[in-house]
């Protein structure tokens, strides 16, 4: 018998035997009651620092609770709100929840000049946005058709993706840091990133393509793994920054902390939520690793990624999340004594230190500071799911006390400046609504529907047939945000690459049921001799007027007589007036019509020369030097094994404007110039092409995806005692 199998035997023993020698220290026994109560308290935290922040801080990106305002940080974009939106529908707060996804729909305008994180954007914007979205149908909440392949927020989070996925458009594959919103990758931009910059983005991106049928998201995303795991030393540690450019470590101390943290995280969530067993084959390599070099004493330290030598003897707040990993893979045994060292820490202190030097067992100086953090709290909510101990609950209770008294303002809840004297700093965090709070309110609501251990579930149809949805297995990323599984599998088919180039933007403000009149205005235009061509602008919404043509709300009347226009969408077939129908064969969408009428009119029409005065009355039309066909312009690029991979012609984009209503082209020309310089699909087809790091070889081997019954002593609670049915029940 081995060493580590008798800690396994004798830990649980000894705790017991050191509980009956001192019954004075033994642990609280929580009726239903007393968990309820302590649910209704989280409840009033959450209600206070969310009030705060709507009363004080709104439309800042956080509130600063001892100054009662509120400040930008991470984007100008409302962070707190969306980050906390999912928090209220796991709250039951469905009135509050709905009326905020309107107010995001309506103002939310993610079209602006400013640099912000990649990481912190996908995690929190993108992962809020799509956890509202697929929690939507549980508030009542007007869903539409489609859904959840389709809808508002699932369309947002997309927008925010595409502006992000210019960041890996690098040797390497793996992102930038910094994005502009507006026009990609700023100029000077570093192209040093942490590892876990590179690393946490499977989750959201999955979603997405899993979701919207478009496989870019989750294809850009794997590549970045990928390469992680391919840049990894000789010897399989990862180091805590890297240049995404050259692939050099930059930064060559390896650790489970901060800069690092989320990758780990990510492999083996991902693998879970989208069934990649090649991540988890990842996660299980690394870890064989990192308990070799880094583990000591089930404690966690920092080490040289090329030899494994110790340079950094701390332990981290953010490695909190440990215990909570290890959980999901089914080691609960290890998971809890891990966390009985961190608990540890906090008991010192009242809360866990940024770094704790395990040498002199203080807080470190300088990163004294707990900025309301939930990593702790997250590792006992999974720990507590999974085994029902109480103690699980005191440790609990004991970080809830620790914030009520020492964090709580009259205008919310404040980062612990240092914990030594827990004197306060004028910050709240966005994640203390996204994951603190919510973490503690699931910890003490196990009958919470995100606790689901699969017994019942919901049938909804989708375009793809009925799909079953709400069996549980969530898996929050690591703001806290969580996904249902389940959905993912309800949108089978995935859309063909399409380059999306200017003139494509027509068919999207086509396909809008406001802008019905603008199909009206090209039909308008064909019918006016191009010499006296003169394209008037919209004067209102029931007058058009387009080279002396006006339309009145008579010719209005008459249009909706008539046949209405079918617009092709993501998830089906609808009529313009939102109504469903079914595709009928060799049906005509509005996309054909407008590439007929522009190519036809193209044909018709002679592009006019750029001299002349306006006083000429008549200008001699000049031929063009090349018919620009609209495939030409839009391009669905498939790879088909030609080196040469070419992109859409700018200069016949350009040109094939210039025969457009004057209202489409001073649309597109003034979002020509906000046009990101990254083609997604070019950059996606160069990935498949060159295919930089081979795919994992476990790639099919799904047993790794299961996790191992609990043993028998792991059904033993720390007190010393079986739990017993009634506790189960908790």
């Known amino acids: 018998m081995n060493i580590r199998t008798m800690e396994t035997l004798i830990f649980p023993l000894l705790v017991v035997l050191c509980y009956i020698c001192n019954p004075c220290l033994s642990i609280r026994k929580y009726s239903k009651e007393d968990v309820i109560k302590l649910r209704e308290e989280v409840r009033e935290m959450f209600q206070h620092a969310y009030d705060s922040y709507l009363r004080y801080a709104y439309p800042y990106d956080e509130l600063r609770p001892l100054s009662c305002d509120g400040v930008d940080t991470w984007g100008s974009y409302s962070l707190t709100l969306i980050d906390a939106l999912d928090t209220l529908a796991i709250m039951g707060n469905h009135t509050e929840f709905n009326r905020v996804v309107d107010i995001v729909l309506e103002k939310q305008n993610f079209d602006t000049d400013i640099n912000v994180s990649v990481f912190e954007t996908n995690i929190r914007i993108i992962g809020g946005l799509l956890s509202a979205h697929l929690l939507s149908h549980k508030t009542g909440l007007k869903l539409e058709p489609g859904w959840p392949c389709n809808g508002p927020l699932l369309r947002l989070a997309e927008d925010v993706a595409q502006r992000l996925i210019a960041a890996f458009d690098t040797t390497t594959g793996m992102p930038y840091g910094t994005i502009n919103l507006r026009s990609g990758v700023p100029p000077g931009e570093t192209s040093v990133t942490c590892t876990a910059g590179v690393g946490t983005f499977i989750i959201e991106f999955g979603t997405l ?51 690092v943290d989320s990758y780990f995280e990510y492999l083996v969530k991902g693998a879970i939520l989208l069934e990649k067993p090649e991540l988890m084959s990842m996660f299980k390599e690394a870890r064989q690793v990192i308990d070799k070099y880094l583990k000591k004493d089930d404690w966690f330290v920092w080490a040289t990624m090329l030899r494994g030598h110790v340079t950094l003897p701390v332990f981290q707040s953010l490695e909190s999340y440990w215990p909570g990993v290890l959980t999901l893979i089914g080691e609960t045994d290890t998971a809890m004594r891990i966390i009985h060292n961190y608990h540890s820490v906090w008991k010192q202190y009242g809360f866990t230190p940024e770094v704790y030097n395990l040498g002199t067992g203080e807080a470190s100086t300088s990163r004294e500071s707990y900025p309301l953090r939930p990593e702790l709290i997250e590792s006992i909510m999974y720990l507590y799911r999974e085994t029902r101990d109480p103690i699980l609950l005191q440790m609990g209770e004991d970080i809830l006390r620790s914030i009520q008294h020492s964090a709580r303002t009259p205008c919310g809840y404040a980062t612990i400046k240092d914990v030594r004297d827990h004197r306060k700093e004028d910050r709240m965090e966005s994640f203390f609504l996204a994951e603190t709070t919510k973490y503690l309110y699931l910890l003490f609501d196990p009958d919470n529907f995100i606790h689901n251990p699969g017994v019942h579930g919901t049938v909804i149809n989708t375009p793809n047939g009925e799909c079953i949805v709400d069996v549980g297995g969530y898996i929050f990323n690591t703001e806290a ?57 919209v004067a209102s919404n029931s007058t058009v007027e387009i080279s002396n043509v006006t339309l009145i709300e008579e010719d209005e009347k008459e249009l909706e007589q008539e046949e209405l226009i079918k617009t092709e969408t993501r998830t089906g077939y609808v009529n313009i007036d939102g109504t469903e129908r079914e ?129 028998f002593l792991q059904r033993i609670s720390l007190a010393g005692e079986f739990l017993n049915k009634k506790q189960l029940e908790l």
Do not use: F
């Not at 088919?493 to 019905?516: K, M, W």
């Not at 489409?664 to 087809?685: A, F, G, H, S």
């Open 583 to 711: 595709k009928t064969i060799n049906e005509t969408t509005l996309s054909d019509i407008v590439k007929d009428r522009i190519n036809s009119y193209y044909e018709k029409t002679n592009v006019k020369g750029e001299q002349g005065t306006r006083d000429e009355e008549e200008v001699k039309p000049k031929k063009p030097e090349e018919k620009v066909d609209i495939d030409d312009i839009i391009v669905v690029q498939k790879y088909s094994g030609n080196d040469n991979l070419q992109l859409p012609s700018t200069t016949k984009a350009k040109e094939a404007i210039k025969i457009l209503p004057k209202v489409i082209q001073d649309y597109l020309n003034n979002d020509w110039k906000r046009k990101p310089k990254c083609e997604p699909q070019y950059m996606l087809e160069r990935i498949r092409k060159e295919k930089l790091y081979p795919d994992h070889p476990d790639g099919d081997k799904y047993e790794l995806l299961l996790t191992p019954a609990p043993s």
């Open 209 to 259: 393509s899993r979701l919207t049928g478009d496989p870019l998201y989750e294809e850009v995303a794997y590549n970045a793994l990928k390469a992680l795991y391919h840049h990894r030393s000789p010897i399989g540690l990862l180091g805590n920054h890297i240049d995404v450019m050259t692939g050099r470590w930059t930064a060559q101390d390896a650790g489970i902390g901060g800069g």
């Open 481 to 537: 945000h969580p996904i249902d599984p389940t959905m993912l599998y309800c949108c089978h088919e995935a859309r063909q690459g399409i380059n999306i180039s200017e003139v494509h933007r027509i068919y999207q403000i086509l396909e809008e049921e406001d802008n019905i009149q603008l199909m009206t205005m090209i039909d308008a235009s064909l019918n006016v001799s191009t010499s006296k061509e003169n394209v008037g602008e």
